[in-house]
T-cell receptor
Framework: NAGVMQNPRHLVRRRGQEARLRCSPM?????VYWYRQLPEEGLKFMVY????????ESGMPKERFSAEFPKEGPSILRIQQVVRGDSAAYFC????????????FGPGTRLTVT | GENVEQHPSTLSVQEGDSAVIKCTYS??????FPWYKQELGKRPQLIID?????GEKKDQRIAVTLNKTAKHFSLHITETQPEDSAVYFC?????????????FGTGTLLAVQP
Protein backbone atom coordinates (compact mmCIF):
# COMPACT_ATOMS: atom_id res chain seq x y z
CA ASN A 1 0.00 0.00 0.00
CA ALA A 2 2.23 2.76 -1.31
CA GLY A 3 1.76 6.20 0.14
CA VAL A 4 2.00 9.48 -1.69
CA MET A 5 5.08 9.53 -3.89
CA GLN A 6 7.01 12.56 -4.96
CA ASN A 7 10.01 12.90 -7.21
CA PRO A 8 12.61 14.03 -7.36
CA ARG A 9 13.30 14.28 -3.64
CA HIS A 10 15.97 16.90 -4.22
CA LEU A 11 16.24 19.23 -7.17
CA VAL A 12 18.89 21.82 -7.87
CA ARG A 13 18.27 24.42 -10.53
CA ARG A 14 20.14 27.53 -11.62
CA ARG A 15 18.29 30.80 -11.79
CA GLY A 16 16.23 31.01 -14.96
CA GLN A 17 15.82 27.27 -15.42
CA GLU A 18 12.59 25.32 -15.16
CA ALA A 19 11.66 23.00 -12.31
CA ARG A 20 9.19 20.13 -12.66
CA LEU A 21 7.95 18.44 -9.53
CA ARG A 22 5.89 15.25 -9.69
CA CYS A 23 3.35 13.81 -7.30
CA SER A 24 1.66 10.44 -7.48
CA PRO A 25 -1.26 10.25 -5.04
CA MET A 26 -2.13 7.25 -2.94
CA UNK A 27 -3.90 4.46 -4.74
CA UNK A 28 -7.56 5.28 -5.08
CA UNK A 29 -7.03 8.99 -4.41
CA UNK A 30 -8.09 11.40 -7.11
CA UNK A 31 -7.51 14.71 -5.33
CA VAL A 32 -4.14 16.40 -4.99
CA TYR A 33 -3.05 19.44 -3.01
CA TRP A 34 0.29 21.24 -3.34
CA TYR A 35 1.83 23.12 -0.43
CA ARG A 36 5.07 25.08 -0.17
CA GLN A 37 7.23 25.26 2.94
CA LEU A 38 9.84 27.96 3.07
CA PRO A 39 12.80 27.34 5.39
CA GLU A 40 11.71 27.34 9.04
CA GLU A 41 8.14 28.28 8.16
CA GLY A 42 4.79 26.56 8.03
CA LEU A 43 3.15 25.08 4.98
CA LYS A 44 1.26 27.35 2.61
CA PHE A 45 -1.50 26.10 0.33
CA MET A 46 -0.81 26.58 -3.36
CA VAL A 47 -3.29 24.65 -5.49
CA TYR A 48 -5.92 21.92 -5.37
CA UNK A 49 -6.56 19.66 -8.34
CA UNK A 50 -8.75 16.80 -9.31
CA UNK A 51 -8.09 14.69 -12.36
CA UNK A 52 -7.96 17.05 -15.35
CA UNK A 53 -9.30 19.99 -13.32
CA UNK A 54 -7.84 22.81 -11.27
CA UNK A 55 -10.33 23.45 -8.49
CA UNK A 56 -8.58 26.13 -6.45
CA GLU A 57 -5.35 27.90 -7.37
CA SER A 58 -5.77 30.81 -4.99
CA GLY A 59 -2.37 30.15 -3.38
CA MET A 60 -0.39 30.00 -6.58
CA PRO A 61 1.82 32.92 -7.61
CA LYS A 62 0.29 34.52 -10.68
CA GLU A 63 3.38 34.16 -12.80
CA ARG A 64 5.82 31.33 -13.53
CA PHE A 65 3.89 28.68 -11.58
CA SER A 66 1.47 26.18 -13.07
CA ALA A 67 0.03 22.83 -12.08
CA GLU A 68 -1.74 19.99 -13.79
CA PHE A 69 -3.17 16.60 -12.94
CA PRO A 70 -3.77 14.71 -16.17
CA LYS A 71 -6.09 11.78 -16.63
CA GLU A 72 -3.09 9.48 -16.71
CA GLY A 73 0.09 10.00 -14.77
CA PRO A 74 1.20 12.10 -11.84
CA SER A 75 0.32 15.65 -10.91
CA ILE A 76 3.01 18.10 -11.97
CA LEU A 77 3.94 21.42 -10.43
CA ARG A 78 5.94 23.46 -12.89
CA ILE A 79 8.01 26.50 -12.04
CA GLN A 80 9.43 28.46 -14.94
CA GLN A 81 12.44 30.77 -14.75
CA VAL A 82 13.17 29.89 -11.16
CA VAL A 83 14.53 32.51 -8.76
CA ARG A 84 16.33 32.08 -5.44
CA GLY A 85 13.11 32.83 -3.56
CA ASP A 86 11.58 29.67 -5.02
CA SER A 87 13.96 27.56 -2.90
CA ALA A 88 11.69 25.62 -0.57
CA ALA A 89 10.23 22.23 0.16
CA TYR A 90 7.21 21.45 -1.98
CA PHE A 91 4.80 18.90 -0.54
CA CYS A 92 1.84 17.33 -2.17
CA UNK A 93 -0.99 15.68 -0.31
CA UNK A 94 -3.78 13.47 -1.56
CA UNK A 95 -7.27 12.63 -0.47
CA UNK A 96 -9.73 10.15 -1.90
CA UNK A 97 -12.58 12.50 -2.80
CA UNK A 98 -14.01 15.93 -2.28
CA UNK A 99 -15.40 16.45 1.15
CA UNK A 100 -12.92 14.04 2.73
CA UNK A 101 -11.12 15.64 5.58
CA UNK A 102 -7.83 13.79 5.81
CA UNK A 103 -4.89 14.71 3.62
CA UNK A 104 -1.86 12.45 3.43
CA PHE A 105 1.44 14.04 2.59
CA GLY A 106 4.24 12.89 0.36
CA PRO A 107 7.93 13.13 1.34
CA GLY A 108 8.37 16.44 -0.43
CA THR A 109 10.71 17.80 -3.08
CA ARG A 110 13.42 20.10 -1.80
CA LEU A 111 14.15 22.66 -4.50
CA THR A 112 17.37 24.62 -4.31
CA VAL A 113 17.93 27.46 -6.73
CA THR A 114 21.55 28.49 -7.12
CA GLY B 1 -8.54 36.16 5.10
CA GLU B 2 -8.12 32.84 6.84
CA ASN B 3 -5.39 32.75 9.44
CA VAL B 4 -4.17 30.33 12.09
CA GLU B 5 -1.92 31.49 14.90
CA GLN B 6 0.13 29.00 16.88
CA HIS B 7 1.97 29.36 20.19
CA PRO B 8 4.57 28.85 21.44
CA SER B 9 7.06 28.76 18.60
CA THR B 10 9.46 26.68 20.70
CA LEU B 11 8.81 24.49 23.71
CA SER B 12 11.32 22.61 25.80
CA VAL B 13 10.16 20.08 28.39
CA GLN B 14 11.72 17.38 30.50
CA GLU B 15 11.01 13.78 29.61
CA GLY B 16 7.84 12.68 31.33
CA ASP B 17 6.35 16.17 31.56
CA SER B 18 3.34 17.36 29.59
CA ALA B 19 3.43 19.68 26.59
CA VAL B 20 0.63 21.96 25.43
CA ILE B 21 0.48 23.77 22.10
CA LYS B 22 -2.28 26.27 21.36
CA CYS B 23 -3.81 27.55 18.15
CA THR B 24 -6.34 30.21 17.29
CA TYR B 25 -8.17 30.43 13.98
CA SER B 26 -9.95 33.33 12.35
CA UNK B 27 -12.55 31.74 10.06
CA UNK B 28 -15.58 30.82 12.13
CA UNK B 29 -16.70 28.48 9.33
CA UNK B 30 -13.70 26.21 9.99
CA UNK B 31 -14.75 22.86 11.34
CA UNK B 32 -11.88 20.46 10.86
CA PHE B 33 -8.67 20.81 12.87
CA PRO B 34 -5.79 18.38 12.27
CA TRP B 35 -2.41 18.28 13.95
CA TYR B 36 0.71 17.23 12.07
CA LYS B 37 4.10 16.16 13.38
CA GLN B 38 7.11 16.85 11.19
CA GLU B 39 10.53 15.48 11.98
CA LEU B 40 13.54 17.14 10.44
CA GLY B 41 13.61 16.61 6.68
CA LYS B 42 10.52 14.39 6.74
CA ARG B 43 6.93 14.69 5.62
CA PRO B 44 4.20 16.08 7.89
CA GLN B 45 2.36 13.19 9.51
CA LEU B 46 -1.20 13.43 10.75
CA ILE B 47 -1.22 12.52 14.44
CA ILE B 48 -4.71 13.49 15.53
CA ASP B 49 -7.64 15.56 14.32
CA UNK B 50 -10.89 16.91 15.66
CA UNK B 51 -14.11 18.04 14.07
CA UNK B 52 -16.35 20.82 15.21
CA UNK B 53 -19.05 18.60 16.61
CA UNK B 54 -16.59 17.26 19.19
CA GLY B 55 -15.00 19.15 22.09
CA GLU B 56 -12.22 16.75 22.94
CA LYS B 57 -10.53 13.72 21.45
CA LYS B 58 -7.85 11.49 22.94
CA ASP B 59 -5.50 8.91 21.48
CA GLN B 60 -3.16 7.36 24.04
CA ARG B 61 -0.77 10.14 25.16
CA ILE B 62 -2.16 12.71 22.75
CA ALA B 63 -5.33 14.74 23.17
CA VAL B 64 -6.86 17.67 21.36
CA THR B 65 -9.44 20.10 22.70
CA LEU B 66 -11.60 22.53 20.77
CA ASN B 67 -13.41 25.66 21.92
CA LYS B 68 -15.48 26.85 18.97
CA THR B 69 -16.82 29.88 20.78
CA ALA B 70 -13.34 31.20 21.42
CA LYS B 71 -11.95 29.74 18.17
CA HIS B 72 -9.18 27.98 20.06
CA PHE B 73 -7.87 24.45 19.83
CA SER B 74 -4.98 22.83 21.66
CA LEU B 75 -2.74 19.79 21.49
CA HIS B 76 -1.81 18.05 24.73
CA ILE B 77 0.97 15.49 24.94
CA THR B 78 1.39 13.69 28.25
CA GLU B 79 4.36 11.68 29.50
CA THR B 80 6.57 13.13 26.81
CA GLN B 81 9.38 11.03 25.38
CA PRO B 82 12.50 12.06 23.44
CA GLU B 83 10.94 10.67 20.24
CA ASP B 84 8.18 13.25 20.58
CA SER B 85 10.77 15.90 19.67
CA ALA B 86 9.70 17.42 16.34
CA VAL B 87 7.91 20.40 14.85
CA TYR B 88 4.15 20.30 15.37
CA PHE B 89 1.73 22.12 13.10
CA CYS B 90 -1.91 22.84 13.70
CA UNK B 91 -4.23 23.49 10.77
CA UNK B 92 -7.82 24.43 10.06
CA UNK B 93 -10.11 23.61 7.19
CA UNK B 94 -13.65 24.40 6.23
CA UNK B 95 -16.04 21.66 5.26
CA UNK B 96 -18.49 22.64 2.60
CA UNK B 97 -15.91 24.82 0.95
CA UNK B 98 -14.86 23.88 -2.52
CA UNK B 99 -11.40 22.76 -1.54
CA UNK B 100 -10.94 21.62 2.07
CA UNK B 101 -7.55 23.29 1.83
CA UNK B 102 -5.58 23.34 5.06
CA UNK B 103 -4.50 26.62 6.61
CA PHE B 104 -1.46 25.88 8.76
CA GLY B 105 -0.08 27.51 11.85
CA THR B 106 3.55 28.53 11.94
CA GLY B 107 4.69 25.49 13.89
CA THR B 108 6.02 24.67 17.35
CA LEU B 109 9.45 23.14 17.80
CA LEU B 110 9.11 20.72 20.71
CA ALA B 111 12.29 19.53 22.38
CA VAL B 112 11.99 16.79 24.97
CA GLN B 113 15.08 16.68 27.16
CA PRO B 114 16.00 13.19 28.42
Amino acid sequence: NAGVMQNPRHLVRRRGQEARLRCSPMKGHSHVYWYRQLPEEGLKFMVYLQKENIIDESGMPKERFSAEFPKEGPSILRIQQVVRGDSAAYFCASSPRQGTWEQYFGPGTRLTVT
Amino acid sequence: GENVEQHPSTLSVQEGDSAVIKCTYSDSASNYFPWYKQELGKRPQLIIDIRSNVGEKKDQRIAVTLNKTAKHFSLHITETQPEDSAVYFCAASMDGGATNKLIFGTGTLLAVQP
